[in-house]
Protein backbone atom coordinates (compact mmCIF):
# COMPACT_ATOMS: atom_id res chain seq x y z
CA UNK A 1 0.00 0.00 0.00
CA UNK A 2 1.46 3.58 -1.09
CA UNK A 3 2.19 5.88 1.74
CA UNK A 4 1.77 9.82 0.76
CA UNK A 5 3.11 12.96 2.22
CA UNK A 6 2.38 16.20 1.47
CA UNK A 7 4.53 19.68 2.05
CA UNK A 8 4.96 23.04 0.90
CA UNK A 9 1.60 24.72 1.97
CA UNK A 10 1.62 28.31 3.64
CA UNK A 11 0.47 31.49 3.22
CA UNK A 12 1.10 33.86 0.26
CA UNK A 13 -0.64 36.96 -1.11
CA UNK A 14 -2.74 37.12 -4.14
CA UNK A 15 -0.86 36.48 -7.66
CA UNK A 16 2.49 34.54 -5.45
CA UNK A 17 3.30 31.36 -6.22
CA UNK A 18 4.05 28.25 -4.33
CA UNK A 19 4.77 24.84 -5.02
CA UNK A 20 3.40 21.82 -3.09
CA UNK A 21 5.56 18.41 -3.13
CA UNK A 22 4.09 14.74 -2.72
CA UNK A 23 6.92 11.63 -1.56
CA UNK A 24 5.02 8.26 -2.33
CA UNK A 25 6.41 5.15 -0.12
CA UNK A 26 5.48 1.74 -0.25
CA UNK A 27 4.67 1.29 -3.60
CA UNK A 28 5.49 0.82 -7.28
CA UNK A 29 5.87 4.66 -8.15
CA UNK A 30 5.66 4.92 -11.99
CA UNK A 31 2.64 2.71 -11.87
CA UNK A 32 0.74 5.22 -10.38
CA UNK A 33 -1.41 8.29 -11.50
CA UNK A 34 -1.17 10.93 -9.22
CA UNK A 35 -3.22 13.32 -7.85
CA UNK A 36 -3.93 16.66 -6.69
CA UNK A 37 -7.57 17.35 -5.00
CA UNK A 38 -8.37 20.32 -2.60
CA UNK A 39 -11.03 21.25 -0.24
CA UNK A 40 -11.81 24.51 0.80
CA UNK A 41 -13.43 25.92 3.78
CA UNK A 42 -16.70 24.98 4.05
CA UNK A 43 -16.71 22.60 0.57
CA UNK A 44 -16.93 19.26 -0.70
CA UNK A 45 -13.24 18.00 -1.75
CA UNK A 46 -12.61 18.43 -5.28
CA UNK A 47 -10.08 17.90 -8.36
CA UNK A 48 -7.77 19.49 -9.22
CA UNK A 49 -5.38 18.32 -11.26
CA UNK A 50 -3.57 14.85 -12.26
CA UNK A 51 -0.50 13.40 -14.00
CA UNK A 52 -1.07 9.45 -15.09
CA UNK A 53 -3.94 8.45 -17.05
CA UNK A 54 -5.39 5.59 -19.67
CA UNK A 55 -2.35 4.10 -20.63
CA UNK A 56 0.40 7.12 -19.40
CA UNK A 57 2.09 8.23 -17.07
CA UNK A 58 2.30 11.67 -18.48
CA UNK A 59 -1.17 12.54 -19.70
CA UNK A 60 -1.89 15.90 -17.44
CA UNK A 61 -5.68 16.74 -16.52
CA UNK A 62 -6.62 20.11 -14.78
CA UNK A 63 -9.96 21.16 -13.69
CA UNK A 64 -10.93 24.63 -15.19
CA UNK A 65 -10.72 26.79 -12.39
CA UNK A 66 -6.49 25.89 -12.51
CA UNK A 67 -5.53 25.33 -15.88
CA UNK A 68 -2.96 27.49 -17.39
CA UNK A 69 -1.76 28.66 -13.37
CA UNK A 70 -0.91 25.36 -12.11
CA UNK A 71 1.10 22.61 -13.76
CA UNK A 72 1.97 19.27 -12.14
CA UNK A 73 4.99 16.90 -12.64
CA UNK A 74 6.66 13.68 -11.31
CA UNK A 75 10.36 12.91 -10.79
CA UNK A 76 9.60 9.01 -10.44
CA UNK A 77 13.26 8.30 -9.16
CA UNK A 78 12.28 10.60 -6.48
CA UNK A 79 9.48 9.03 -6.22
CA UNK A 80 7.63 12.46 -5.95
CA UNK A 81 4.47 14.77 -7.75
CA UNK A 82 4.64 17.96 -7.83
CA UNK A 83 1.94 21.27 -8.02
CA UNK A 84 3.20 24.35 -9.01
CA UNK A 85 0.39 27.04 -8.14
CA UNK A 86 1.05 30.32 -9.93
CA UNK A 87 -0.88 33.04 -9.79
CA UNK A 88 -2.91 32.20 -6.16
CA UNK A 89 -6.16 34.28 -5.95
CA UNK A 90 -8.43 34.04 -2.38
CA UNK A 91 -10.49 30.89 -4.02
CA UNK A 92 -7.48 29.07 -4.00
CA UNK A 93 -7.23 28.91 -0.10
CA UNK A 94 -7.94 25.26 0.66
CA UNK A 95 -6.39 21.75 2.36
CA UNK A 96 -4.50 20.03 -0.98
CA UNK A 97 -4.22 16.66 -0.58
CA UNK A 98 -2.17 13.92 -2.79
CA UNK A 99 -3.90 11.42 -4.20
CA UNK A 100 -2.69 7.61 -6.02
CA UNK A 101 -4.59 5.56 -7.91
CA UNK A 102 -3.48 2.57 -10.42
CA UNK A 103 -3.03 3.89 -14.03
CA UNK A 104 -6.29 3.27 -15.68
CA UNK A 105 -9.26 5.11 -18.15
CA UNK A 106 -11.63 5.66 -15.06
CA UNK A 107 -13.50 8.13 -13.87
CA UNK A 108 -10.34 10.25 -12.43
CA UNK A 109 -13.38 12.13 -10.23
CA UNK A 110 -14.12 9.29 -8.61
CA UNK A 111 -12.36 10.09 -5.11
CA UNK A 112 -13.20 6.65 -4.00
CA UNK A 113 -10.37 5.15 -6.37
CA UNK A 114 -7.47 6.78 -4.56
CA UNK A 115 -5.09 6.57 -1.47
CA UNK A 116 -4.91 9.80 0.15
CA UNK A 117 -1.76 11.57 1.91
CA UNK A 118 -2.63 13.91 4.97
CA UNK A 119 -3.44 17.29 3.38
CA UNK A 120 -1.30 20.25 3.49
CA UNK A 121 -2.89 24.18 3.65
CA UNK A 122 -2.63 26.63 1.27
CA UNK A 123 -4.02 30.28 1.87
CA UNK A 124 -3.93 33.21 -0.45
CA UNK A 125 -4.67 36.12 0.97
CA UNK A 126 -6.02 39.23 -0.44
Known amino acids: QVQLVESGGGLVQTGESLRLSCTAS????????MAWFRQPPGKEREFVSL??????????IYSVAVKYRFTISRDDAKSTVYLQMNDLKPEDTAVYYC?????????????????WGQGTQVTASS
Open 99 to 115: AARPIDCGDYRDQGQYT
Open 26 to 33: GGSFSTYG
Open 51 to 60: LGWCGSSTNA
